[in-house]
């Protein structure tokens, strides 16, 4: 993501990718040979099972956002470590970061919560929950949580997390469950699919997926997000490229092609097996 991006250069620093790609019905991520001062890797989408990166000599800031609630993850060397709570459910702002040798040395932060950036996101979270029972047809929320990003984007820095918050991630395990159950429902329905391929066929025992990630063949991904979305379900990709990705030519693929396919608490297998129906729905079409 861009986001993640952008510290490195506004710090004077160059920024290069290691690739990852699919082979083999897995994720390969490829070690790059040139000596760095700084290596970010991250988790992804909380489903182990892939080739761990074999770096060396190098200060490793870990992101574990997607792996926040799995459990026996490959096991990466990390001197620093950091996960957002806001993917996994309504936190409208809070994270955790943490260091392998003695404690940060933390300034003072700022005596009130990004309130603007935080009552966006809390209207967009209700919003949202109104629009998915069926109370409102309006989508207001997604320009919400638009203008929510944009702000955050310009003024991020020395906030404490809000009390609410840091109570909502609190109760995020409790979800591990049904995560896991409509994931299953998602991956053995679309093992014969002749459009989708999932990233990761199969989940392991601690694996608590933030999405169920596919690739879609034939150049369809647009379209096929597209057909979701006519129908009520809205499936993001990861991730958008942007002007400050530089991205190694055998990884490309995966920016082109990946489809996040939703299966959070806010779901059930219904819902879950109504995704699989459009999609085979759509693939009947094509």
Known sequence: CHTMIEPFIRHGLKVDFYPVVFENKSLHIRTINIKHDVTLVLDYFGFNGYAPLNISDTIVIRDLTHSLLSENLQQQKSDYCFASFRKWGAVAGAAVACKSERKFRVGACLPATNEKYISLRKRA???????????????????????????????????????????????????????????????????????????FPKMRQGDVPLFVPVLVNGGRRDALKKYLIENGVYCPTHWPLSDLHNIP???KGLYEQELSLICDQRYTADDMKRIVSLITEFENRE
Do not use: C
């Not at 409102?136 to 404490?160: Q, S, V």
């Open 125 to 199: 979270y209700a919003l949202k929950s109104s629009y998915i029972n069926g109370e409102i047809t309006d989508k207001h929320f997604l320009e919400l949580f638009n203008r929510a990003e944009e702000l955050l984007e310009k003024d991020y820095a020395d906030y404490p997390a809000d009390n609410e918050s840091i109570i909502t991630a609190a109760t995020l395990m409790n979800h591990s469950k049904t995560r896991r159950e409509n994931a299953a429902v998602l991956l053995n329905n679309l093992s014969e699919s002749r459009i989708v391929t999932p990233l």
């Open 249 to 251: 030519s055998d990884a």
